[in-house]
């Protein structure tokens, strides 16, 4: 008959009483929070920003929250065209359009309207790209990172939350 192969099994390798416990790996998480302690306690160095009272300084670069600009009449300047929804990656604009009906006419200055635009600030990564596809500059990230909110509902941008705030110039003429 034919031959047998015999494998060799080797042997199980036996930890030491440190290496069992895991000295080696507690010890060096100790040492990074002892690091840590003596920086605040004798140094006097701020690890953490105490947010009400002070304000962190972002980059002149940092886009914000979204917000939506009138033009110069007044009148909004989103004609839903829905450019900003099919662009965003997360998925996390909402538009629906309205027609323009003759008593709105001096709010609108096309023939269409978005009669709800929401935006899902859980869903949404702030790239800017809305900003960037926009083709009469409604929409805009100010700049403005206060994003604390009590609950979900606060996190959902509307229309007119958007349009209360100011809003900076139209893309490319950031500072």
């Known amino acids: 008959m034919g031959t047998v192969n015999v494998v060799n099994v080797a042997k199980k390798h036996q930890f030491s009483w440190y290496e069992k416990f895991y000295f080696w790996s507690i010890g060096k998480g100790l040492w990074i929070t002892l690091k840590h302690f003596v920086k605040v306690a004798f140094f006097n160095k701020q690890v953490t920003i105490e947010y009400p009272d002070k304000k962190r300084q972002y980059s002149t670069r940092f ?21 900003c929804m099919w662009i965003c990656p997360a998925n996390a604009i909402h538009i629906e359009a309205a027609e323009v009906t003759a008593e709105r006419q001096h709010l609108h200055p096309e023939d269409k309207y978005a009669k709800k635009f929401e935006i899902n600030l859980l869903r949404c990564i702030f790239c800017g790209l809305c900003e960037e596809a926009c083709p009469k500059g409604a929409i805009y990230l100010d700049g403005t990172g206060e994003m604390a909110a009590d609950n979900r509902e606060d996190l959902f941008l509307t229309k007119e939350r958007m349009m209360e705030k100011t809003g900076g110039p139209i893309l490319g003429q950031r500072n």
Request: net charge positive; with cysteine.
């Open 63 to 83: 886009r914000g929250m979204h917000s939506m600009k009138r033009d110069e009449q007044g009148r909004e300047r989103c004609t839903a065209c829905f450019c």
